[in-house]
């Protein structure tokens, strides 16, 4: 098993992406922290549970609002208290609040580059610290293809998961002597509840600039954190991988 018995905090686990990388990583022998907000208790209770029998895992659910950096910390203090450390971090938490820059709310700015961007560094903040004792850890955040190429009517998602890539490589270079590695996965566009939203039209529009012409699942997302997660990315370290069919290359 590549993670067996390696502690893992996952944020915005309760579905999509987070919740296929809680289970992949969990049949990889994986100790799983969930952490979601409290609207989302019950999905984690069930995953937690799913977990639990299906591959014996050894879990811990947290409800919090990534945007509260008091609430990381409880987090963090919480996860150190039943398994005593941290050795993966995914920062996976985020929402998207879309409109055209002039109609766009300044509520909506604040509210995704609070969960999106300062949600990741509150993360880094509150685990570092134990990560950093240990000489040991794996930081792995989910960016988005728009943070690369932009897209209209995302600026605020754009511009947090543009910052997501810099901080990446910014904490790749602060925590690397101390064999913390941080990079990113920069998912296109994949089958969960953001891209259930849009349009036939619109999804008739998008397949049409994919090379591979078709949308991504969110297995492909969690086994590129798997990569990333294990010795076999030992030397990897302030990367984005790029996960879109060959849209943006």
Known sequence: MKLKDKVIIITGAANGIGKEIATIFASEGANIIAFDTEKNINLLKNLSDELKVKYNTKTLTAIGDVAKLVDCNELVQKSLDKFSSIDILVNNAGITKDNLILKMKEVDWD??????????????????????KRKHGRIINIASLVGQIGNP?????????????????????????????????????????????????????????????????????????????????????????????????
Not at 111 to 132: D, E, P, Q, R, Y
């Open 153 to 249: 009517g995302q600026v605020n998602y754009a511009a947090s998961k543009g910052g997501v890539i810099a901080i990446t490589k910014t904490c790749a270079k602060e925590f690397a002597s101390r064999n913390i590695l941080v990079n990113a996965i920069s998912p296109g566009f994949i089958k969960t509840n953001m891209t259930n939203k849009l349009t036939d039209q619109q999804k008739k529009d998008i397949l049409l600039q994919i090379p591979l012409s078709k949308f991504g699942e969110v297995t492909d997302i969690a086994k590129a954190a798997l990569f990333l997660a294990s010795d076999d990315s030992s030397y990897i370290t302030g990367q984005v991988l790029s996960i879109n069919g060959g849209m943006y290359l």
């Open 111 to 132: 509210s995704v580059i609070s969960v999106n961007l300062k949600g990741v560094f509150n993360c880094i903040k509150a685990v570092s610290k134990s990560m950093l």
